[in-house]
């Protein structure tokens, strides 16, 4: 019974860096953790990063690790993705996911709620 909307979906160059926002309403957001994810044509969805019900805790892929930060802002009912350095292999679909059961899951499986998503396009 939660929504989510993603945006900030744009075509960047290489390095470049981009904010994804994901706008949450229905049950109260903080009693979820949230995920990101990401598909790219051909290929399946895969784990980005997430983030516990309070912001206190996150976790990233290793592909992503160091140039992505997830936050959040409960009052606001957003979740955050601060892409830097970006590169070609960051080009898919990114998906905001809500998760109130398995705290800060990897698995697609363990999301109940999810996005449309937003394109992300990044040129070589």
């Known amino acids: 019974q939660v929504q989510l909307v993603e945006s900030g979906g744009e075509l960047v160059q290489v390095g470049g860096s981009l904010r994804l926002s994901c706008a949450a309403s229905?049950?109260?957001?903080?009693?979820?953790?949230m995920g990101w994810f990401r598909q790219a044509p051909g290929k399946e969805r895969e784990f980005v990063a997430t983030?516990?019900?309070?912001?206190?805790?996150?976790y990233y892929a290793d592909s992503v690790k160091g140039r992505f930060t997830i936050s959040r802002d409960n009052p606001k009912n957003t979740v955050y993705l601060q892409m830097n350095n970006l590169k070609p292999e960051d080009t898919a679909v990114y998906y905001c996911?809500?998760?109130?059961?398995?705290?800060?899951?990897?698995?697609?499986?363990?999301?109940?709620?999810w996005g449309q998503g937003t394109q992300v396009t990044v040129s070589s």
């Open positions: 229905g049950r109260t957001f903080s009693d979820y953790s």
């Open positions: 996911a809500a998760d109130e059961r398995v705290s800060m899951s990897t698995r697609v499986s363990s999301y109940a709620y």
């Open positions: 983030i516990n019900w309070s912001g206190g805790s996150t």
